[in-house]
């Protein structure tokens, strides 16, 4: 069972490689580019930021999901490279996918599927 509160402990069971070495990142207010959505998650969608970095951003971080939007709060698409086996807290889920806080210091995206309840 994947947890999907924030605070819950998390046991990575399945080792994940971040796919974007320089993602996209942005802060409250600053304005983003927004493409076209995942089709595999319809609720991220392909940004380019102030920075012309560009990655998926949820739609909870944007103002809107067309054209030119503000972000709505601080977010980075920093992605995590982990072993199986690390553990942490979840900060938050969405759409399938966990922002995590890891035991040791790291913070970034796993695939939701990748991680289980620590016991």
Not at 89 to 107: I, K, N, P, S, T
């Amino acid at each position: 069972m994947t947890p999907n509160t924030a605070g819950s402990r998390v046991l990575v069971r399945a080792a994940y490689v971040a796919q974007y070495p320089d993602p996209v990142a942005f802060r409250a207010g600053e304005t983003v580019e927004v493409g076209d959505p995942d089709t595999e998650f319809p609720e991220w969608f392909w940004c380019r930021g102030p920075d012309a970095r560009e990655g998926w951003v949820h739609s909870s971080f944007l103002s809107r999901t067309t054209g030119r939007a503000t972000g709505a709060r601080d977010y980075s698409a920093k992605e995590l490279t982990v072993e199986a086996g690390a553990t942490g807290r979840v900060v938050h889920v969405l759409g399938e996918w966990a922002y995590l806080e890891l035991d040791d210091g790291r913070c970034g995206w796993l695939p939701a599927s990748a991680i289980d309840a620590a016991v």
